[in-house]
């Protein structure tokens, strides 16, 4: 499985981010998809996921700001970033195949894509 992450970039605090992960098969609709973002010197850590069911889960440091959604007939799936602060810097990486109950990350990534939160 490939994923393609778009939709990085520079933006103010405060300001919307959408970011898009395109997967080569018909997976969005089967696989739990999951976005994770890794700051320097931090570890990778689970932002919002989407199971097959449509469940969803946020973590905590996103949760009312972050919207994870998913368009089957394009295989893709969505971040939405709103109210970004500068803490949000890092790079965001799509993550395929993980556990129904989103409580693990799958066997597939993509290369990441850098979002900057900067005035």
């Known amino acids: 499985v490939q994923l393609a992450e778009s939709g990085g970039g520079l933006v103010q605090p405060g300001g919307s981010l959408r970011l898009s992960c395109t997967a080569s098969?018909?997976?969005?609709?089967?696989?739990?998809m999951a976005w994770y973002r890794q700051a320097p010197g931090k570890q990778r850590e689970l932002l919002a996921a989407?199971?097959?069911?449509?469940?969803?889960k946020y973590a905590d440091s996103v949760l009312g700001r972050f919207t994870v959604s998913r368009e089957n007939a394009k295989n893709t799936v969505y971040l939405q970033m709103n109210s970004l602060k500068p803490e949000d810097t890092a790079v965001y990486y799509c993550?395929?195949?993980?556990?129904?109950?989103?409580?693990?990350?799958?066997?597939?990534w993509g290369q990441g894509t850098q979002v900057t939160v900067s005035s």
């Open positions: 993550n395929a195949g993980g556990p129904v109950a989103m409580s693990a990350p799958g066997g597939s």
């Open positions: 098969g018909d997976i969005a609709s089967s696989y739990t």
């Open positions: 989407i199971n097959r069911h449509g469940t969803t």
